[in-house]
């Protein structure tokens, strides 16, 4: 069972450059979550998808694009990377009935030069 | 005043002592509490969940949550060095499909042989 995986876990952009953080979930769960989690920060929301279908902002939205593309997945776009994008993004899943436990993936450590 | 508020610590303890880990928050809204266990570079985990005030125990961990004072902690007894790990408490108001999860800075523990 994988859970919440992401990928890639690892990358390197120049400012300006483009690129997609793919998260895909196999726990059949309604909801999925994008959070950037930075030193002093802790994890802060991007977009959310309460299903399928349906997109919202969280806190810190400015520079991303998402789209949920089925139920399994949830992107996250960077259109014109900036220095200040740099952190740390995890997705995560909650069947999302009711409250409960959110489930993270491994995150994907982004460095924007 | 941020909603969530957590002492990020470093805390560093040794092996075998009792350890204390508490949040306020702002929103009289928030009725799900959450205390979420991150080891480095890894993604978050749920530890303990709770819904009302009171104590909640889990083996080692006891949760609690006091609504009057907008005050919640996690106690941890005979603390080991597995236990090393950033602790973050996570707060929402519902359930449903608009679950969102507020967290707090987390604090970083680190317990000693």
């Known amino acids: 069972n994988a859970g919440v995986t992401q990928t890639p876990k690892f990358q390197v952009l120049k400012t300006g450059q483009s690129m997609t953080l793919q998260c895909a979930q196999d726990?059949?769960?309604?909801?999925m979550y994008w959070y950037r989690q930075d030193p002093g920060m802790g994890l802060r929301l991007i977009y959310y998808?309460?299903?399928?279908?349906?997109?919202d902002k969280g806190e810190v939205p400015n520079g991303y694009n998402v789209s949920r593309l089925n139920k399994r997945e949830f992107s996250l776009r960077l259109e014109s990377a900036a220095p200040s994008q740099t952190s740390v993004y995890f997705c995560?899943?909650?069947?999302?009935?009711?409250?409960?436990?959110?489930?993270f993936g491994e995150g994907s450590r982004l460095t924007v030069l | 005043q941020k909603e969530v508020e957590q002492d990020p610590g470093p805390l560093s303890v040794p092996e075998g002592a009792i350890v204390s880990l508490n949040c306020t928050y702002s929103?009289?809204?928030?009725?799900?509490f959450m205390w979420y266990r991150q080891y480095s570079r890894k993604g978050p985990e749920l530890l303990m969940y709770t819904y009302s005030s009171g104590n909640k125990e889990d083996g080692r961990f006891t949760a609690q949550v006091d609504k009057s004072s907008k005050y919640i902690s996690l106690f941890i007894r005979d603390s080991q060095p597995s236990d090393s790990a950033t602790y973050l408490c996570?707060?929402?108001?519902?359930?449903?499909?608009?679950?969102?999860?507020?967290f707090g800075k987390g604090t970083l523990l680190t317990v000693n042989p």
């Open positions: 996570a707060l929402t108001g519902s359930g449903g499909s608009n679950y969102k999860l507020t």
């Open positions: 726990m059949n769960h309604n909801s």
């Open positions: 995560a899943s909650i069947e999302g009935i009711s409250a409960g436990e959110l489930f």
């Open positions: 929103n009289s809204a928030f009725q799900y």
């Open positions: 998808s309460a299903s399928e279908g349906t997109t």
